[in-house]
């Protein structure tokens, strides 16, 4: 049997994404799979995909001729070739016109636009969805979400996010807190990129609001975006107790060191925050949307999206009861043993391909 040839496909190639692109190719080709992945110059120079044994094609994340022609010209003799997002679908359906190979579409997350955006997001998702063979989604909302957009097989891919390291000695995680200001009161950690999408403006309402507690907790947030200026002069007005410390590169560190994690979003797929969290025993209290119900079980507190007395309450009830700490750290813990492993993403994603690959196979 000949061997399987496969293209992976990114356009702007998120944190998430690019990741899973990376872990993927690595295990595919450990599997004997000849992998080609195409996306921006730029995004291979984080994730640096040659590393992993494939073969990288620089394609622009434009849809003009000179970019089209280069992708169609990686997908060339490809069995399968698998778009990360519905951007990258759009792409790789136009570049594949004509050929006979299977497209399979991972949707990891949902796009937020207002007014004609959102019109217009809307009809890049029902293109995306129509035009794959299989859409693989990373919760069961994105799954629901491609089959309203029309497409004819979507199925929930279990999707491993990458085990983080965290130092788990005492004196470090001491040391952290220390260069975050927090020794004595409760510290509150929470990343990710600032948008309003986020929540960080209703996380900011809760801060406010847990202001007469004594300690007071300390909020820190990682991560950077549009919204940070907005939200520095929110902090420095109100005079509240949160930090904005940029984009870090030891998360799971800060997650060990925090006392509590909060994802205030308005929508989450598998996120790697929660997911940090429950893996290094920090209770966490999180907004009940997209995945993360899914996702976290009953291991973490939840909360409606922008709600902000629920999530104080929440975050105050939590620091209030060590006990109940102590239960989500077990139930946590014992969540996680279930998640997928990056070796259940490779066989799912494999025999995805072979399902497609094998009847054109057979007709060649």
Do not use: N
Request: proline share 6%; charged share 20%.
């Amino acid at each position: 049997m000949s061997q399987l040839r496969t293209v992976q496909v990114l356009g702007s190639g998120g944190a998430g994404s690019g990741a899973h692109v990376g872990s993927l190719a690595a295990g595919l080709i450990a599997r004997g799979v000849q992998v080609t992945v195409c996306a921006p110059a730029a995004v291979d120079r984080v994730h640096d995909f040659s590393a992993t044994g494939a073969r990288f094609a620089a394609v622009p994340r434009r849809g003009d001729p000179a970019a089209m022609a280069a992708l169609r010209s990686a997908c060339l003799g490809a069995d399968v070739v698998h778009a990360h997002g519905p951007h990258a679908a759009v792409r790789a359906s136009a570049a594949l016109g004509g050929l006979r190979v299977p497209l399979v579409v991972t949707w990891h997350g949902r796009g937020h636009a207002e007014g004609a955006r959102r019109r217009l997001r809307h009809l890049l998702e029902v293109r995306a969805a129509r035009a794959a063979a299989v859409v693989l989604g990373t919760s069961s909302d994105l799954v629901d979400r491609a089959r309203r957009r029309g497409a004819r097989d979507a199925r929930l891919a279990p999707v491993a996010a990458p085990v983080s390291r965290t130092l788990a000695d005492t004196a470090h995680l001491g040391k952290v807190r220390a260069e975050l200001g927090s020794l004595a009161g409760p510290l509150i950690f929470s990343a990710g990129t600032l948008m309003p999408r986020q929540g960080y403006g209703t996380l900011l309402d809760a801060a406010r609001l847990l202001g007469t507690l004594d300690p007071v907790p300390q909020f820190v947030v990682a991560g950077e975006g549009r919204e940070r200026s907005a939200l520095q002069r929110r902090i420095k007005g109100e005079r509240l107790p949160v930090r904005l410390i940029g984009a870090r590169d030891d998360v799971p560190e800060l997650v060990a060191a925090a006392d509590l994690v909060v994802i205030p979003s308005r929508w989450e797929a598998r996120s790697p925050l929660a997911q940090d969290a429950l893996r290094a025993g920090t209770p966490l209290v999180a907004t009940a949307v997209g995945g993360i119900p899914e996702l976290v079980g009953s291991a973490a507190e939840l909360v409606p999206y922008g709600d902000a007395e629920a999530l104080a309450r929440a975050v105050a009830g939590l620091l209030a009861d060590p006990e109940r700490r102590s239960r989500l750290v077990g139930e946590g813990r014992e969540q996680a043993s279930g998640w997928p492993t990056e070796d259940d993403t490779i066989t799912h994603v494999l025999s995805v391909y072979d399902e497609l690959a094998q009847p054109l196979t057979r007709t060649r």
